[in-house]
T-cell receptor
Framework: DAGVTQSPTHLIKTRGQQVTLRCSPK?????VSWYQQALGQGPQFIFQ???????QRGNFPDRFSGHQFPNYSSELNVNALLLGDSALYLC????????????FGPGTRLTVT | AQSVTQPDIHITVSEGASLELRCNYS??????LFWYVQSPGQGLQLLLK??????LVQGIKGFEAEFKRSQSSFNLRKPSVHWSDAAEYFC????????????FGAGTQVVVTP
């Protein structure tokens, strides 16, 4: 079992650009959440996807959007990048019937210059 | 406002010594409680969780945590630290009616010295 995988590992973008991050959930999991972890901070919840719909959202602007595909994989899109979007972006997956049995991926390190 | 506080940003402990990491939360009702560990280049790994019942919770890697409702605390302990325990530790809470939306503390960096 490969666990939760994320791509790419690292990414450098310029302010104003757009970026797409990808996540493949652990086998058997159908729910995916995304978190942003700024340097020296704890992760902050961005949103959660289940059955290809956004089910919950944290306090993030509309520049942050996502998608879930029929195979349960997910993308996080960020438009009009700001320097403050530089962070580690973590994906977590779980089975919909499992309370909080979330598994986290290694993350994508995004640097905005 | 809901919050999770980890008062210690950084802790240094000798190998073989005991470790205690503090976590306090402010919430409308008793939430679900978690401790995660993050090593460099690694994702978050769940150490243990508390949903209800026995207030002393056993986790992986020899860790345990005690829930104290009166103090709104969920402190993590390990009797004897190994060098491999050097990592960042996060306390997290989640509402019982909103699956998966975790709120994390800022973390405690643990350094283990020989």
């Amino acid at each position: 079992d490969a666990g939760v995988t994320q791509s790419p590992t690292h990414l450098i973008k310029t302010r104003g650009q757009q970026v797409t991050l990808r996540c493949s959930p652990k086998s058997g999991h159908d729910t995916v959440s995304w978190y942003q972890q700024a340097l020296g901070q704890g992760p902050q919840f961005i949103f959660q996807y289940y059955e290809e719909e956004e089910r919950q959202r944290g306090n993030f602007p509309d520049r942050f959007s996502g998608h879930q595909f029929p195979n349960y994989s997910s993308e996080l899109n960020v438009n009009a990048l700001l320097l403050g979007d530089s962070a580690l972006y973590l994906c977590a997956s779980r089975a919909s019937g499992e309370h909080y049995e979330q598994y986290f991926g290694p993350g994508t390190r995004l640097t905005v210059t | 406002a809901q919050s999770v506080t980890q008062p210690d940003i950084h802790i240094t402990v000798s190998e073989g010594a005991s470790l205690e990491l503090r976590c306090n939360y402010s919430y409308g009702a008793t939430p679900y409680l978690f401790w995660y560990v993050q090593s460099p280049g690694q994702g978050l790994q769940l150490l243990l969780k508390y949903f209800s019942g026995d207030t002393l919770v056993q986790g992986i890697k020899g860790f345990e945590a005690e829930f104290k409702r009166s103090q709104s605390s969920f402190n993590l302990r390990k009797p004897s630290v190994h060098w491999s325990d050097a990592a960042e530790y996060f306390c997290a809470v989640g509402p019982t009616d909103s699956w998966g939306k975790l709120q994390f503390g800022a973390g405690t960096q643990v350094v283990v010295t020989p």
